[in-house]
């Protein structure tokens, strides 16, 4: 393995871009200095540029195995190397569904032959499983689903929900989808015969987060047991979260940060998600909850569909969107314009998830850290297309877009993974630890 150093760059280093020259030997950062030793190395010139640590995106379908039609670990790994993504944690709803060690273990495998980044998954919680949660080691969290979703993976049972907080380990992070299944049956049948995205978003509206939230909030601090809630969408239930909690954290997505119902209706069943697409006012407090530290960081919850399922009926179209491979590019996008900094996108896409999910050696860039980074050019101005996307069901909800900011190069473990445009299929991810 050819030993690198990054020259010329903005490094974010101790929480901030400072000019600074990073040398990596073998799948570590060695140095990290004004002038670092360059001897036996390659030289990156990266003046002008910005070195992040590698993004982490803490939510994630992969779809592998079972539904590969999709997208599998091979493909879904190369977009996020191209989007200057080295690690992911993926969800358990795949077929056979990973609620069980053994499940989680065969995923893991599969994910050793084909990822070309690193890799973690989520066991997934039942009404009836709390045995099997117990027994999971290889795993990075406890995935809850709150509010309706495939099959078994539905906890809907407050009896079981309290369990899960009470009987696991507590420093095993539960993960939760906080949509409250009784309120959504109670009141579909109000929106059931109006066809429209807009009548979706009334339906799993800020209520059904509210009420789920406040409950994994109320059973996180009961049994002070870790919860992090995903892919919030309402400014509402930021009024649940401060900062510095012990034992609650939260993530929203770029898609609830930079698309709404008004803005976006035109992309019809394609924006399509749960939950849903909300408001202005709701984008606006996701913000404001961000910049606050309320909200934690940002993930993708990237969940492909094939164009032809996404076309169907509002009601039958799948819920989620492909998202990885341009989501850091859309979030640099947003500070070209004024709505973050660079370090703060740095801090709730690499630092914060690594200290969430309480993953050794990533996220940072410091001496003896895993070297997984992606080199930005935060001026660069390009196009998001169907026609480039690596994702498997080769289509983005941002086709079209023309943004400011992109990946040009990703490290992964020491070894570039992508650069000029390209993927290098010879480097593999490792399996992340926890601590």
């Avoid at 609650?248 to 997505?253: D, G, M």
């Avoid at 630092?351 to 930005?376: S, W």
Wanted: include cysteine; hydrophobic fraction near 40%; proline fraction near 4%.
């Amino acid at each position: 393995m050819t030993a690198l150093v990054f020259s010329g760059a903005q490094v974010f280093h101790n929480g901030r871009f400072q000019s600074l020259e990073v040398r990596c030997d073998g799948p570590y950062i060695s140095a990290v200095a004004p002038h670092v030793d360059a001897t036996g190395a390659r030289v990156i010139d990266a003046a002008g540029l910005h070195l992040f640590p590698g993004i982490i995106d803490v939510q994630v379908h992969f779809r592998d195995p079972g539904l590969t039609h999709k997208e599998d670990l091979e493909t879904a790994s190369r977009a996020c190397a191209k989007g200057g993504v080295t690690s992911f944690l993926e969800m358990p709803n795949t077929l056979p569904l990973a609620t069980t060690p053994r499940e989680v273990d065969n995923k893991l495998a599969i994910a050793a032959r084909k990822s070309r980044v690193n890799y973690g998954f989520f066991i997934g919680a039942t009404n009836d499983n709390v045995s099997q949660l117990q027994m999971a080691r290889r795993v990075c969290g406890i995935k809850v689903f709150m509010g309706a979703s495939t099959g078994d993976l539905l906890v809907d049972n407050p009896k079981s929900l309290e369990e899960i907080f009470q009987f696991t380990d507590k420093r095993r992070v539960i993960a939760l989808h906080a949509e409250d299944e009784a309120y959504l049956k109670s009141t579909k049948a109000q929106y059931s015969g109006t066809d429209t995205l807009l009548a979706y978003t009334q339906w799993r509206n800020d209520e059904a987060a509210w009420r789920a939230t406040e409950t994994a909030v109320k059973l996180a601090h009961k049994y002070q047991h870790r919860a992090h809630i995903l892919h919030v969408s309402t400014a509402r239930e930021c009024a649940l979260f401060r900062r510095d909690d012990p034992y609650v954290t939260a993530e929203t997505s770029p898609h609830h940060l930079l698309m709404n119902v008004q803005d976006d209706a035109h992309l019809g069943t394609l924006a399509k998600m749960n939950p849903p697409l909300k408001y202005r006012a709701d984008n606006a407090g996701l913000w404001q909850a961000l910049h606050d530290g309320r909200i934690a960081c940002i993930a993708t919850d990237h969940a492909p569909h094939l164009l032809t399922e996404k076309r169907k009926p509002m009601w039958q179209a799948p819920a989620g969107i492909p998202a990885i491979e341009n989501s850091l590019a859309m979030i640099l996008d947003a500070s070209s314009r004024g709505l973050c900094t660079l370090q703060q996108v740095a801090l709730w896409m690499c630092e914060n998830p690594a200290k969430v999910y309480r993953i050794r050696g990533r996220g940072i860039i410091q001496p003896g850290a895993f070297a997984d980074l992606a080199l930005v050019d935060a001026n660069a101005r390009h196009t998001i297309a169907n026609a480039e996307q690596l994702t498997k069901c080769g289509w983005s909800p941002w086709d079209g877009r023309t943004v400011t900011g992109k990946a040009v190069l990703t490290v992964c473990n020491g070894q570039i993974v992508y650069e000029d445009g390209k993927v290098n299929d010879a480097v593999r991810g490792r399996e992340l630890a926890f601590e």
